[in-house]
């Protein structure tokens, strides 16, 4: 479904449109870059909101690596030293 508008656009934006769209072709042109636009600025916002959450819980999540590193570490020596005398 579709539906008319009327918008206005500034001098030099209506000249770099008849350059790059064929005047049949400027409705299809606009939505793409309304769409990719918003997808756009979506991940924009997406990757700061994911940011400033892991800004947020970076004391926490450091706190939990230390907590768990000691068993991390055995594991991986375990792991480790098996590798090796199966050789």
Known sequence: MTKRIN???PMET???LDRIAPKGNRSRLISEAVLHYAESKARTHLAA????GALA???RDLEIAREWFPLDEET????TRRRKSTR
């Open 7 to 9: 918008i206005v656009l």
């Open 14 to 16: 209506i000249t770099l």
């Open 49 to 52: 909101r994911l940011k400033a």
């Open 57 to 59: 819980n970076a004391k």
């Open 76 to 79: 991986w020596q375990r792991t």
